[in-house]
Structure formats: structure tokens, C-alpha cells
């Protein structure tokens, strides 16, 4: 009896927990959550005065770039602003017109609650609760459309100023509607590394901006058009269209891997590709016409009828919940470390890698998914294993002044950013004799190689990490910066210099040297016996 009235009362005290914690969570308040948003925001970085933007980059950070065109001035109303732009802008107006934002009486109408969209009329009604919360809707008073001046504008606005008032949308202002998606994706920063592997909420979209903007080379380029190549995909933190894309701002293309490709691909993080090649993907593009992605990801195996998991699927997923924090998972981080790797079996890593064989297994035996996960854990560290040797020789051949040019042809890098052995600014900036070729070579390594090999593994494309890319282009890089090590210390004399692998010494040599020095040493104290008189 006291056993049975123990249980209920923890089950009711939990269920108050997770009542509370519902609650507080429907409850965030927004305007702390924008002020906060735009007291952490970066703006130009730490880094400012080493660049200005150039015009594009008012769209990939509007907050601090984008100023309103002045070829229209005056009042425009809410009506003028889509009749002008059905003529002026019809590939954006048709994006919207189609859109949930154009139609929200089709969602607040709809009755058949086995319709995959059905959630959208409660998401409609939190909107709506939102918008009363912070006097932008009147109480009762239905929201009839998102339209052109909501969020170029201000939300419910009749009018505006074209040329004093329109704005292009950052996270806040689509927060405004959106609360509980900003609040989860801000969350992000949250996120701290047990032994500092990385800085707080890194890496995530949440902060990577800041990482863009903070980072020296990036900031020190004079080819700005190139640069902002990196802001393309590094603006997720000021904006949400990367995933949702304008105007139609869909849930369902979000849900699609396709929706990750632009940024989630290529050398440095080939995600897609690797996805795309695994048996995964092989399901998904070959069933997906099947599929129902209306079904919000919490509903993907039963209403959406999913036969493989999604980028979204795994990602979004943490502990059998779905949200907009897409880190709580995060193990390895970007790139593998010593850092990472020596501390895995740490709690932290060791909870977040129980969290993932969960997803695993919601496909998967329990047995399969633990045995996949350690899998890539291991190769990885062996990698990583081969990527540190070469550093060592490379660096080694720095410290020595050996590189081609040291002493005469290696100018320093634009500052902000400082000369090093290997450096990530080798990848975007070549000037004499810097990066040498050893040196290029293992930038390529460390950056490309051993990260096509750690995603290979964790998506699991065996092409990826065995011979197209990862394992095998690490052994040729490996073999390449062996061979200049030897070349460069056999020019200069110093073939013993800083070797990654001195020879070994024959099992038994020490002992034969000395028997062989005694035995000289008694012939010797042999003759001198025999010489005396």
C-alpha cells in the first residue's frame, strides 16, 4: 500500500513538473527573448574594423546592413503593397499567394482531424495568443492573413513608410509570431562544452554569424565578393528563410533534406552528399514521393509514413521530443579534436551518445545502433590519429625553418590573422611561399579529409569514409607531407631532424653493442699485457 501510494505520488509530481515546465514554456515571454537576441547579436564582431560590408550583405544581416530602398516614397497600404508587387515581383507574389500565410482560413477551417495539417489549427490559435499577449491583436480578433507589410513592416499595420519603415525580417521579427520556434532555437546558445572544446552554443545556427564575422581570415579578405560566400550559409542566426524558404515559408520544404543541401554540402561539411549516399537516402529518394511531409516530424513514421529517417527526423529529435534546438545531440561538434576524443567517455558525451542510439533505435535494434555509433567513434579517432602525425611533421618542419621561403619568400597574412603552420587561412589566401605545398596539403588534410571521414562514418556512406573520400585521400595526404618531410630535411642537411617515425633500433642492439664494446675493450688490455717488458 505505501509502495503503491509512493508511485502515485511521484507520477503526480511528475506530471506537475512537466505541467509547470509546459506551461513556462507557452508563457516566454518575447520581449525579453528579442532584447536578449539583440544584446547577444555580433553585429560587424570583434573584428569590425578590418572590413565593411558590401551591398549584398544587407541581406544576409538586414538587422545591421539593410537600409529601406528610396526609388518609393510616401505611405503604401497593406493592399498596395501586394498589387504592386504582383506585376513588380510575380515569382515572390505567387511564392506567398500559395503559402499557408496568404490562406490561414483554410487552416482554421479545417475539420477532418486525419488531415496531416490539422496541428496548424492549434499553432494558428498559439499565433494568435502570441500577437494578443503583445497588443498587436485584439482579444477574440482572428488573424486574416500574414501579408507583405507584416513582415516588412509591422505586424497588423495598414500602412507604412516605403522609404522610413520597411525592413527585411530577421529572427525577432519572425519570432514575433513565432515565439515558441525563437525561444527553441535560441536555446542553442545554451550549450556548453564539459572541457571548453568549444565556446558556449558553438557550433550551432544559433551563434553562426558570430562565427562568421569572428573569424580572421574572413574578416581580413579584401576580396569581400568571395568572403561572402561564407555568409550564404553563416546567417541563419539573423534569419530563418535558410530553412524557410521566401515566400512561401513552408513547413513541409523544411522538412525535406533537400532543404539542407545549400548549406549542408561540399568539402568541409558534405552532409547531403554523404546522406544522399547512404542507404538512408537511397530510401528516401526513392519513396519520398510517398511520403506526406504536411505531417509535423513528431508524426513522421505514422501520419507521414516516413520508411527512413530525414535530416530533420534525426536532428530535431532529442529524447523522443521534436524542436527547433538542434544541438542537444551534438557530440563531435564540426571537426574532430584531441580535445573530443580524449574526453568521450566523459557523462556528457556518454548521455548524448545514449540520446542518439534512442533516435537510432527507433528504426534499428538497441544492438545495431550502439554497435554503428561506436563504429564511427573509433574510426574517427583513427583518423584524427593520422591528421595529428602529420601536423606534428609539419609544424616540426615550421619550427625548423625548413619550409620553402621561410627566410626569404613567406609574407605574413592579412591581419587580423596570424602566419601558423597549416592554418585555415591557407584554404583562402596565398601569397610567395605561404602556405608551401607540405603545408596546403595538410590544411586540405585536417579540414576536408579527416571531416569527410568523421561524416562518412556518422551518415553512414561507405564510399564516403573508405576510398572516394575520408580513409583514402587521408593516406595520400598523409603519404605526400611524409615524402617533403624527408625531402626538405635531406636538402637541408637534417635528415634526423623532427621525424614523426625515427627508425626503430633491432630487437637485441643494445645488448650486442655492449658485448661488443667489452670484447674490444679486453683485446685491447690483451695486447697492452703482451707488450710489457
Known amino acids: 500500500m505505501i509502495r503503491t501510494t509512493t508511485t502515485w505520488l511521484l507520477a503526480a509530481l511528475l506530471m506537475l513538473v512537466q505541467l509547470t515546465a509546459s506551461a513556462a514554456a507557452g508563457e516566454t515571454d518575447f520581449s525579453k527573448l528579442k532584447d536578449k537576441y539583440e544584446k547577444d547579436h555580433p553585429g560587424k564582431g570583434k573584428f569590425s574594423q578590418y572590413w565593411e560590408p558590401i551591398p ?28 504592386c508587387h504582383q506585376s513588380l515581383t510575380p515569382g515572390a507574389f505567387h511564392a506567398w499567394e500559395n503559402s499557408t500565410h496568404a490562406k490561414l482560413d483554410a487552416i482554421r477551417n479545417l475539420s477532418n482531424g486525419q488531415d496531416a495539417r490539422f496541428y496548424k489549427k492549434d499553432k494558428l490559435a498559439e499565433v494568435e495568443r502570441n ?18 507589410i507584416d513582415c516588412h513592416g509591422k505586424v497588423g499595420a495598414q500602412s507604412i513608410r516605403h522609404d522610413k519603415d520597411l525592413v527585411m525580417p530577421d529572427r525577432a521579427q519572425c519570432g514575433s509570431c513565432h515565439v515558441q520556434e525563437f525561444a527553441e532555437a535560441e536555446s542553442e546558445k545554451e550549450q556548453q562544452w564539459p572541457q571548453a572544446q568549444w565556446g558556449k552554443g558553438h557550433p550551432s545556427h544559433a551563434v553562426d554569424w558570430e562565427a562568421n564575422v569572428e573569424t580572421a581570415i574572413w574578416a581580413g579578405m579584401a576580396e569581400r565578393e568571395i568572403a561572402q560566400g561564407c555568409d550564404q550559409c553563416h546567417y541563419q542566426q539573423n534569419k530563418c528563410d535558410g530553412c524557410h524558404t521566401r515566400h512561401t515559408f513552408s513547413a513541409a520544404e523544411a522538412r525535406q533534406p533537400e532543404a539542407c543541401a545549400t548549406c549542408h554540402n561540399g568539402v568541409d561539411h558534405n552532409e547531403w552528399e554523404n546522406f544522399s549516399l547512404s542507404k538512408h537516402g537511397t530510401v528516401y529518394q526513392t519513396h519520398k514521393s510517398s511520403w506526406n511531409f504536411e505531417a509535423p516530424l513528431k508524426d513522421a513514421l505514422t501520419k507521414g509514413g516516413y520508411t527512413a529517417p530525414t535530416c530533420q527526423y534525426c536532428h530535431f529529435e532529442f529524447n523522443g521530443e521534436f524542436s527547433h ?131 562518412g562514418l556518422v551518415h553512414g556512406n561507405p564510399g564516403g569514409f573508405t576510398y572516394t573520400e575520408g580513409w583514402s585521400e587521408l593516406m595520400r595526404d598523409y603519404a605526400v607531407i611524409m615524402d617533403e618531410n624527408t625531402r626538405l630535411r635531406e636538402k637541408a642537411g637534417n635528415a634526423g631532424g623532427t621525424a614523426a617515425n625515427p627508425p626503430a633500433k633491432k630487437e637485441g642492439s643494445t645488448i650486442r653493442n655492449v658485448l661488443g664494446g667489452l670484447a674490444l675493450l679486453a683485446g685491447i688490455a690483451v695486447l697492452l699485457y703482451r707488450r710489457k717488458p
Open 325 to 455: 534546438n538542434l544541438v542537444r545531440k551534438v557530440r563531435w561538434g564540426f571537426n574532430p579534436t584531441p580535445a573530443i576524443a580524449d574526453n568521450l567517455k566523459h557523462p556528457w558525451f556518454e548521455g548524448r551518445k545514449e540520446s542518439w542510439n534512442a533516435t537510432c533505435a527507433n528504426c534499428h535494434s538497441p544492438s545495431f545502433a550502439k554497435s554503428y555509433l561506436e563504429a564511427a567513434d573509433k574510426g574517427t579517432i583513427a583518423g584524427l590519429k593520422v591528421e595529428q602525425e602529420a601536423k606534428q611533421v609539419v609544424e616540426g618542419l615550421f619550427k625548423d625553418g625548413l619550409l620553402p621561403g621561410q627566410k626569404t619568400n613567406r609574407p605574413i597574412p592579412p591581419a587580423p590573422e596570424k602566419d601558423a603552420p597549416g592554418g585555415f587561412f591557407q584554404l583562402f589566401w596565398a601569397k610567395g611561399n605561404n602556405p608551401s605545398h607540405v603545408e596546403r596539403v595538410h590544411a586540405d588534410m585536417w579540414e576536408h579529409d579527416l571531416i569527410k571521414l568523421y561524416k
Open 56 to 83: 549584398i550583405q544587407k541581406y544576409w544581416n538586414p538587422r545591421n546592413f539593410y537600409q529601406p530602398p528610396t526609388a518609393v516614397s510616401g505611405e503604401v497600404t497593406r493592399d498596395q503593397c501586394v498589387a
Open 131 to 148: 500577437l494578443v499577449k503583445q497588443g498587436l491583436l485584439k482579444e477574440g480578433e482572428p488573424l486574416k492573413e500574414v501579408g507583405c
